[in-house]
């Protein structure tokens, strides 16, 4: 049974960093595309970053800020979040598909962790 366990939430003030992890158990996801995606109260599940091998993607909201990268051998995916805004507040999950490369639409991914929340203050 496929799990992903996200970590690294937190709350942080307006220009501070943080880092997710994102770690992957019952299957090895080496050659397929995680990703990150955020949902803000009362608003959509919003793509933020995904990345298969060295190819990745990341939304224009964040690019500049946040980077994506993985250690396959510990089959773990990272997001680094710097210069946080306010309006990067949200639920962050991370996400796992099969045969699609750094998919942004939600609906590709099948498998989903539970999680964690990121709280920037002003």
């Known amino acids: 049974q496929v799990h992903l366990v996200e970590s690294g939430g937190g709350l942080v003030q307006a220009g501070g960093s943080l880092r997710l992890s994102c770690a992957a158990s019952?299957?090895?996801?080496?050659?397929?595309?995680m990703g990150w995606f955020r949902q803000a109260p009362g608003k959509e599940r919003q793509f933020v970053a995904a990345?298969?091998?060295?190819?990745?993607s990341l939304s224009d909201s964040v690019k500049g800020r946040f980077t994506i990268s993985r250690d396959n051998a510990k089959n773990t995916v990272y997001l680094q979040m710097n210069s946080l805004k306010p309006e990067d507040t949200a639920v962050y999950y991370c996400?796992?598909?099969?045969?699609?490369?750094?998919?942004?639409?939600?609906?590709?991914?099948?498998?989903w962790g539970q999680g964690t929340q990121v709280t920037v203050s002003s």
């Open positions: 990345m298969r091998w060295s190819d990745f």
């Open positions: 019952g299957r090895t996801f080496t050659r397929d595309t």
């Open positions: 996400a796992a598909t099969f045969g699609l490369v750094n998919t942004r639409r939600p609906g590709d991914y099948g498998y």
